[in-house]
T-cell receptor, first 117, second 114 residues
């Protein structure tokens, strides 16, 4: 079972360059998320998707774009990278089923470490 | 908005010591509460969860009880091992949004020495 797979795992960019992080899940989950992890700040939600063709902003969406063209994939794009986007990025998916309260577990990828010089 | 606050780390303990990591939350409605663990170089994985008041989640010797009256979900383990060294995150699921989003605390690093 692959679960949630992120590519690439490491990347170094120069300021102003663009790149895309790919997240793929093989669990047929409807819900997918992109978080960033920074020291002392825990995980903060960037964007999320509640189904194929849908996306929504999270807590820190500025400077990022996302797309969910296929149910199993969730792409995170940086159009013009900035040093403030140096971070570890985690993708997660969930089988969460809406019904009035949350019980769904998030399944995380191993992370993608991005450095912007 | 909803939020989670964890005790500051790092926490350093000797093997077989008792562990408590405090977590308190602010939320509207009735959120589910979670503890996730991140081992070095890995992604987060669910450790335990509780979905309603007075529920106790437990796994691998860890326990946490959902206390609505004190808005807390403290993580405890009676006897830690070196292999428990990791970063622990408390999280809550937004009860009113129907999006499955989790809000995380800042994480607490645990180091267990032999």
């Amino acid at each position: 079972n692959a679960g949630v797979t992120q590519t690439p795992k490491f990347r170094v960019l120069k300021t102003g360059q663009s790149m895309t992080l790919l997240c793929a899940q093989d669990m047929n989950h409807e819900y997918m998320y992109w978080y960033r992890q920074d020291p002392g700040m825990g995980l903060r939600l960037i964007h999320y998707s509640v189904g194929e063709g849908t996306t929504a902003k999270g807590e820190v969406p500025d400077g990022y774009n996302v797309s969910r063209l296929k149910k199993q994939n969730f792409l995170l794009g940086l159009e013009s990278a900035a040093p403030s986007q140096t971070s570890v990025y985690f993708c997660a998916s969930s089988y969460y089923a809406s019904g009035g309260f949350d019980t769904g577990e998030l399944f995380f990828g191993e992370g993608s470490r991005l450095t912007v010089l | 908005g909803d939020s989670v606050t964890q005790m500051e780390g790092p926490v350093t303990l000797s093997e077989e010591a008792f562990l408590t990591i405090n977590c308190t939350y602010t939320a509207t409605g009735y959120p589910s509460l979670f503890w996730y663990v991140q081992y070095p170089g890995e992604g987060l994985q669910l450790l335990l969860k509780a979905t309603k008041a007075d529920d106790k989640g437990s796994n691998k010797g860890f326990e946490a009880t959902y206390r609505k009256e004190t808005t807390s979900f403290h993580l405890e383990k009676g006897s830690v091992q070196v292999s428990d060294s990791a970063v622990y995150f408390c999280a809550l699921g937004e009860g009113s949004s129907n999006t499955g989003k989790l809000i995380f605390g800042q994480g607490t690093t645990l180091q267990v020495k032999p």
